[in-house]
């Protein structure tokens, strides 16, 4: 199995509790997302809505699974996307 950078995005509820939870996944597993940025709203402005995107590299696919799994676990999160990041092949001119 080969390592890479795995991307998700956490959609949950805008609760100080949430941020710490969902790092916390990463740590209990070793890791230090590589990146991480969160910001309160939605497309529609909803204050209730906070959405994390991190960044994870190194790692294989079936631990990036596992990572997205457990983060599904956490209370205040209502949903969780993740995929690997690819880089585009450059055209020949």
């Given at each position: 199995m080969s390592s890479g950078v795995?991307?998700?995005?956490?959609h949950a509820e805008a609760s100080p509790a949430t941020?710490?939870?969902?790092?916390e996944v990463f740590a209990l597993h070793g890791h230090v997302p590589s990146s991480c940025h969160s910001q309160v709203?939605?497309?529609a402005g909803d204050?209730?809505?906070l959405t994390v995107d991190l960044?994870?590299?190194g790692i294989t696919a079936h631990e990036a699974e596992l990572?997205?799994?457990r983060i599904g676990?956490?209370?205040?999160?209502?949903?969780?996307?993740?995929?690997?990041?690819?880089?585009a092949a450059r055209l020949a001119a």
């Amino acid at each position: 199995m080969s390592s890479g950078v795995y991307c998700f995005s956490v959609h949950a509820e805008a609760s100080p509790a949430t941020l710490p939870r969902v790092v916390e996944v990463f740590a209990l597993h070793g890791h230090v997302p590589s990146s991480c940025h969160s910001q309160v709203g939605g497309r529609a402005g909803d204050e209730r809505c906070l959405t994390v995107d991190l960044q994870m590299d190194g790692i294989t696919a079936h631990e990036a699974e596992l990572l997205a799994k457990r983060i599904g676990r956490v209370v205040t999160v209502q949903n969780v996307l993740w995929s690997e990041k690819r880089v585009a092949a450059r055209l020949a001119a």
